[in-house]
């Protein structure tokens, strides 16, 4: 069964630092999430992207965030420097992108370490 | 008041128990609920969805929703410790399934 990659699966920076999340979307797939969860609180939606611009994105998603579909399978989340609050997990996920009754799969996480 | 409240847990139930999960929203334009599970270190994934009020039903999980209280509700029937993981209630926010708002999750064991 197909499935959401993301790579790596663990990240330790220092604060001010630049991090690239990379994920590999469903290959079908056209709509694209980020979200994120810090430890002990609510999943929260970041970003959404589709055909290579953002579709919404929530407060939290300013301009410290960018997202890009650098080639045909790649969806990667830049945090261009790095704060310690942003220590989280992060999921990215896609959805076919036909409807409102459909389903976002997730991938496994990339947990971020800001120190 | 938060757009989607969820009972924290953590539960502990017996194996073969009926497990109630509970989530309260606050907009009542919302039409569409979602459960998704989540293994310890793993993503999300969708376990049902609901449109509108009723229940909705798929093997052992039933899931409910009362609009006229905001209240949806997930139940397990014959629970197994397989089903141990921690349960999210999503409500796709401003009428768009693209932008899931989550609950807080609850974390569930079943005990062998």
């Known amino acids: 069964e197909p499935e959401v990659t993301q790579t790596p699966s663990h990240q330790v920076t220092q604060m001010g630092q630049e991090v690239i999340l990379r994920c590999v979307p469903i290959s079908n797939h056209l709509y694209f999430y980020w979200y994120r969860q810090i430890l002990g609180q609510k999943v929260e939606f970041l970003v959404s992207?589709?055909?290579?611009?953002?579709?919404?994105k929530s407060e939290i998603f300013d301009d410290q965030f960018s997202v890009e579909r650098p080639d045909g399978s790649n969806f990667t989340l830049k945090i261009r420097s790095t704060k310690l609050e942003d220590s989280a997990m992060y999921f990215c996920?896609?959805?076919?992108?036909?409807?409102?009754?459909?389903?976002?799969?997730f991938g496994p996480g990339t947990r971020l370490l800001v120190l | 008041q938060k757009e989607v409240e969820q009972d924290p847990g953590p539960l502990s139930v017996p194996e073969g128990a009926i497990v109630s999960l509970n989530c309260t929203y606050s907009?009542?334009?919302?039409?569409?609920f979602m459960w998704y599970r989540q293994y310890s270190r793993k993503g999300p994934e969708l376990l049902m969805y609901?449109?509108?009020?009723g229940n909705k039903e798929d093997g052992r999980f039933t899931a409910q929703v009362d609009k006229s209280s905001k209240y949806i509700s997930l139940f397990i029937r014959d629970s197994q410790p397989s089903d141990s993981a921690t349960y999210l209630c999503?409500?796709?926010?401003?009428?768009?399934?693209?932008?899931?708002?989550f609950g807080s999750g609850t974390q569930l064991t079943v005990l062998p």
């Open positions: 992207f589709y055909n290579n611009e953002i579709s919404e």
């Open positions: 999503a409500i796709p926010s401003r009428g768009s399934a693209r932008q899931l708002t």
């Open positions: 907009n009542s334009a919302f039409q569409y």
């Open positions: 996920a896609s959805s076919v992108g036909r409807g409102l009754e459909e389903t976002q799969y």
């Open positions: 609901t449109y509108s009020s």
